[in-house]
């Protein structure tokens, strides 16, 4: 009884996961003309069983990271592991073999790798690793959905670009906690204006490079934007100067406007997101089949496998907000965002409660990924942004972003556990 009480709170939510993930398969099968009737006993169970088996084994090892978050993205997997059987029954094995290989990921990392403090010793090869996965990946890299940001090992396929964002994190948050005073000082006088030193400047203008780089010629505005977005709001935590933000989204917004008058790929993305009724069956069919599943859903959805997702190209990955809308209602949307705000709030609160700059800042960098993120894909999902090409956390179909953002779990929850634990 004292083993269960360690983290009893993970252990109901965990259960009410359990129970929610069933009931979805056997309402989608019920939907469906009760097809693939043996899969609503297996894959529940064996998700299910995957939970439990990590929250048993950090009961065994008394670990004290957020009991709270890994239940919040739990009940998230739950959510994917439904809306695919739902809308692409035939990679619901896929889905399952990632998720389960995710949380053996997290798993590791919670268990033997919890002193994440040794990564700050390697941000310069963090940086230089992914650097040369972005030019490998923009040398030889695979163009699918419109973005060139696959690699093919033939054997494997994956998307450098979900290495690159956490790696990118581990250098920053080393880079900056080092360099945090000489960033911090305005030695630089322009007119009225007090800047930076231009030395200081580098790590502003490499990271501008980096993101035109993407767009430019992986075609990934989502992952610039994502990037960028990073390196920003760490910048802002490690010296708190607004003029470092402003500099940034100028920079940022001129190199988008060159590359909307250069690029053609850049354009099409602009004036879809625009207007994409001037081409319902062409360019902006992939937007305005979201934007009419939306509409569907109204408040309480069309319940589970009762609507017509399946219309919307690739919904299963960068779509699959839009399919929860239409079958669960804006109500059942409201309800994830909400889930979402929770992760973010805990994302943080870890970031908040960390003992030294380095773990804040890792912190910081780690739950902006997973915030930032989510707001781009939904935001280019609901026409509030332009589209772009990257998933929804913990939900999309897609085997590199899940192992990647239980990753970035980890690291959280270490962090977590060694602040508790001081």
């Given at each position: 009884m004292a083993l269960l009480k360690r983290r009893c709170q993970e252990t109901v939510l965990l259960t009410e996961n359990?129970?929610?993930l069933f009931l979805g398969f056997l309402l989608v099968y019920l939907a469906l003309g009760k097809q693939g009737g043996a899969n609503i006993f297996f894959y529940p169970l064996v998700l299910g069983l995957a939970f439990y088996f990590v929250h048993l084994i950090w009961i065994l090892t008394k670990y004290q990271g957020d009991q709270m978050l890994f239940s919040l993205i739990a009940c998230l997997l739950v959510l994917s592991t439904i809306m695919i059987f739902r809308l692409k029954p035939s990679l619901l094995l896929n889905q399952v073999t990632w998720i389960c290989l995710g949380l053996t990921v997290l798993l590791v990392m919670t268990v033997f790798l919890q002193n994440y403090k040794k990564l700050e010793k390697y941000k310069y090869f963090s940086a230089f690793l992914s650097l040369s996965l972005l030019i490998i990946t923009v040398l030889f890299g695979e163009q699918i959905g419109g973005n060139k940001s696959w690699l093919n090992l033939g054997f494997l396929r994956f998307e450098p670009a979900e290495i690159v964002k956490?790696?990118?994190?581990?250098?920053?948050?080393?880079?900056?906690?080092e360099k945090k005073e000489l960033l911090s000082e305005s030695t630089w006088r322009v007119g009225k204006f007090s800047l930076p030193h231009p030395q200081s400047l580098g790590p502003l203008l490499l990271m501008w490079g980096v993101s035109l780089i993407l767009v430019i010629f992986q075609k990934d505005l989502g992952m610039a934007l994502l990037?960028?977005?990073?390196?920003?709001?760490?910048?802002?935590?490690a010296t708190s100067r607004w003029s470092y933000v402003l500099v940034g989204i100028s920079l940022f917004l001129l190199g988008s406007w060159l590359c909307y008058l250069l690029f053609a790929h850049v354009q099409v993305r602009v004036d879809t997101w625009l207007n994409p009724w001037i081409?319902?069956?062409g360019k902006g069919y992939q937007i305005t089949q979201s934007i009419f599943s939306l509409a569907a859903g109204g408040l309480f959805g069309t319940g589970l496998g009762l609507g017509h997702p399946q219309y919307i190209p690739a919904v299963h990955t960068d779509f699959i907000f839009a399919a929860l809308?239409?079958?669960?209602?804006?109500?059942?949307?409201?309800?994830?965002?909400?889930?979402?705000?929770l992760i973010f709030y805990r994302s943080f609160r870890i970031a908040i409660q960390a003992k030294d700059?380095?773990?804040?800042?890792l912190a910081v960098g780690l739950s902006t990924v997973l915030a930032w993120q989510t707001f781009v894909i939904i935001g280019g999902v609901i026409k509030f942004i332009p589209l772009t090409g990257i998933t929804l956390p913990f939900?999309?179909?897609g085997g590199s972003s899940l192992v990647a953002n239980l990753a970035i779990l980890a690291l959280l929850l270490n962090i977590s556990h060694e602040t508790k634990k001081g």
């Open positions: 359990f129970f929610f956490i790696l990118m994190v581990i250098f920053l948050a080393g880079f900056l906690q990037l960028f977005g990073i390196f920003l709001a760490m910048l802002y935590v081409s319902v069956h809308a239409e079958e669960l209602g804006w109500t059942g949307a409201v309800m994830i965002l909400l889930i979402y705000l700059e380095y773990s804040v800042l939900i999309s179909y």
